[in-house]
């Protein structure tokens, strides 16, 4: 079996060199030519030959270029690049990095797992800033550790806020792969202070589990998550221990969660700690055909936060196979990203995903004063001040505001006050009303639900041009929610688009009924907001106007260029000659695989 060492790489930040040079003119005449003088440094004396060939190179103004962003950093090992055998053996067996964490000095930490000869250990290597190996650390740098009597893998590492560094992965007990974490000094010996030894294992389900990444939280608790076999397939697993390798009792059952995301093989691959506490976990769930991203967010008590995505849990398609989620970073501003690979059809491409999350608002306002919280102005009328508080979903928890159209911001409002008072403006931008389901904004009301499922309407007054709805007098709150329950001239089925050949675009919408509707104009834009282009030169008419059964359309775009990605927006015009958005989907253009996403869902009546 042929060697393969760790390898570690640096990149060269661009870097910006500025050549000053201090010009002193001397100007007895006009026609006299300037003059660079340079002081004598280091005993040399400016009339020197050395002093010449200084002034000759400054006259030139040569500076050395920068090294372009993104190049190998040279100052790391001389060519950014380092590899390290592990193995006492060089040679005869391989060794893989999984994992990488930076030192507060600078230091880099990396982990994975080389062979002992007969099978594999934990293995990490420490370097300094420039690329050599930390002698400090383990033996000239180096340290495996066997956890168990067989196959132990590191997947993820961690340091700790005292130095400490933390490794996870999986061990093999005899019959299957457990949760396995170690411990380690700044020095890298093994801390005892963990478990006694420093190292600790863990069954979470029936069969196989395996952790692949990690996060220390604030209070220096420590969250691993993998997958844990439920007899079946796998599921979502996490397990938190307490500063001295215990399991932590008052998270999920007896410190460990497994959580299904759909019904077959979940695995995470990626978690973080918010600092509210809460925990992301992302990876990958099995839909029935391929693989989806899938996220889930739960409690610092280890329950699934239903304020994530109603049930604390969702899975993305992105691309027409497998994609996997790999990687994971939380926003100052609280937003998810997440990186991984999506497949085409024909191969996987880097892939990254954003996700919005629920924010929440709390104020104490007094009698008669108003406040801005989450997109909610309230003005308070309980003849007492009212501590308020308001979360803001950017995806909808559920139900349906309105038959024809709903925007996708939902709000719950909850207050200390047992008798109260408000009157409320919600606000909403243009974004949520473009991606909104039919929505007429000129007919936009307010809905409450008290369950955040079945809502009724409520009312009150829209101002489209503050993009506001004010409803007053309001005794009851819970869930709200804006939407628009003016019917369309035309109720759509479906709006589709595919790939027809090189450069070309197919696309498709049926009705069930055309109402008071008289025809179509199609738009074409590089980006959900535009600009749009309209394709059809005149009106694509109805072919029984104010019918009150359906059609099928057809449009072939020829005019895409391979591969693109184009956006297309259907707008209805009714019979009195006023136009409404009734469809939104976006596609890639052939020869490569489709890519179609339905951006605004379609209601049949």
Same mark, same amino acid.
């Given at each position: ?111 994975? $797992? +080389?062979?002992?000869?007969? /099978?594999?250990? &934990? *293995?990490?290597? =420490? %370097? #300094? @800033? !420039? ?95 993998? $997958? +844990?076999?439920?007899?079946? /397939?796998?599921? &979502? *697993?996490?397990? =938190? %221990? #307490? @500063? !001295? ?95 991984? $690979? +999506?497949?085409?059809?024909? /191969?996987?491409? &880097?892939?990254?995903? =954003? %996700? ?98 079945? $809502? ?150």
């Amino acid at each position: 079996m042929s060697h393969k060492p760790l390898f570690v790489l640096r990149r060269h930040p661009t870097v910006l060199i500025i050549a000053m040079l201090l010009l002193v003119l001397m100007a007895p005449s006009a026609g006299a030519q300037p003059v660079l003088t340079l002081s004598a440094t280091n005993g040399r004396d400016p009339g020197s030959e050395a002093t010449e060939s200084a002034l000759l190179a400054a006259n030139r103004i040569a500076a050395p270029a920068s090294p372009p962003a993104g190049n190998l950093d040279p100052s790391f090992d001389g060519d950014g690049i380092v590899a390290t055998g592990i193995s006492s053996s060089p040679g005869s067996s391989n060794e893989y990095a999984w994992a990488v964490a930076i030192q507060s000095d600078g230091k880099i930490v990396a982990a994975g $797992y +080389a062979n002992n000869g007969s /099978n594999d250990d &934990f *293995a990490l290597a =420490r %370097y #300094n @800033t !420039n690329g050599s190996l930390d002698a400090t650390f383990g033996s000239g740098g180096k340290i495996t550790t066997p956890i168990l009597s067989s196959h132990d893998i590191a997947q993820a590492v961690a340091i700790q806020s005292d130095g400490k560094i933390v490794a996870a992965g999986r061990a093999y007990n005899g019959s299957n792969d457990d949760f396995a974490l170690a411990r380690y000094n700044s020095d890298g010996s093994l801390d005892t202070s963990f478990d006694s030894d420093g190292k600790v294992t863990t069954a979470i389900g029936v069969l196989s589990d395996g952790a692949y990444a990690i996060a220390i939280q604030s209070d220096g608790k420590i969250v691993v998550a993998g $997958y +844990a076999n439920n007899g079946s /397939n796998d599921d &979502f *697993a996490l397990a =938190r %221990y #307490n @500063t !001295n390798g215990s399991l932590d009792a008052t998270f999920g059952s007896g410190g460990k969660v497994t959580t299904p995301i759909l019904s077959s093989t979940d695995q995470a691959y990626a978690v973080a700690s918010q600092s509210d506490g809460k925990i992301v976990v992302a990876g990958r769930a099995y839909n029935g055909s391929n693989d989806d991203f899938a996220l889930a967010r739960y409690n610092s008590n280890g329950s699934l936060d239903t304020s994530f995505d109603t049930d604390g849990k969702l899975s993305t398609v992105i691309g027409n196979g497998n994609d996997y989620v790999r990687a994971m970073r939380l926003q100052s501003d609280g937003k998810i990203v997440v990186a991984g $690979y +999506a497949n085409t059809g024909t /191969n996987d491409d &880097f892939t990254l995903a =954003r %996700y919005q999350v629920a924010s929440t608002s709390s104020q104490t306002i007094a009698h008669n004063a108003s406040s801005m919280l989450e997109g909610v102005t309230v003005t308070n009328h309980s003849g007492a001040s009212c501590t308020l508080t308001i979360t803001k979903y950017p995806v909808p928890p559920g139900g349906t505001p309105a038959d024809s159209g709903e925007m996708p911001v939902h709000w719950r409002l909850t207050t200390d006050c047992t008798s109260y008072n408000f009157d409320l403006v919600f606000s909403y931008n243009d974004t949520e009303a473009l991606f909104g389901n039919n929505v007429n904004e000129a007919n936009l009301q307010a809905y409450r639900s008290t369950n955040g499922n079945d $809502y009724s309407l409520v009312g009150g007054t829209v101002n489209t041009t503050a993009n506001t709805v004010t409803v007053t007098g309001v005794t009851q709150l819970s869930w709200w929610a804006l939407g628009s329950n003016a019917p369309l001239a035309v109720d759509i089925a479906s709006f589709i688009a595919g790939p027809a050949g090189d450069g070309a675009v197919r696309l498709a919408w049926e009705t069930v009924s055309e109402v008071d509707h008289l025809g179509f104009n199609l738009y074409r834009g590089p980006a959900p907001e535009g600009p749009w282009t309209r394709l059809n030169a005149g009106l694509i008419a109805s072919p029984s106007p104010g019918a009150t059964g359906g059609h099928s359309y057809e449009w072939l775009d020829t005019d895409v260029s391979a591969g693109q990605v184009a956006w297309y927006q259907l707008e209805a015009l009714d019979m009195h000659g006023a136009a409404q958005i009734a469809g939104l989907v976006s596609v890639q253009a052939g020869p490569a695989a489709p890519r179609a996403r339905l951006w605004l869902p379609l209601v049949v009546h």
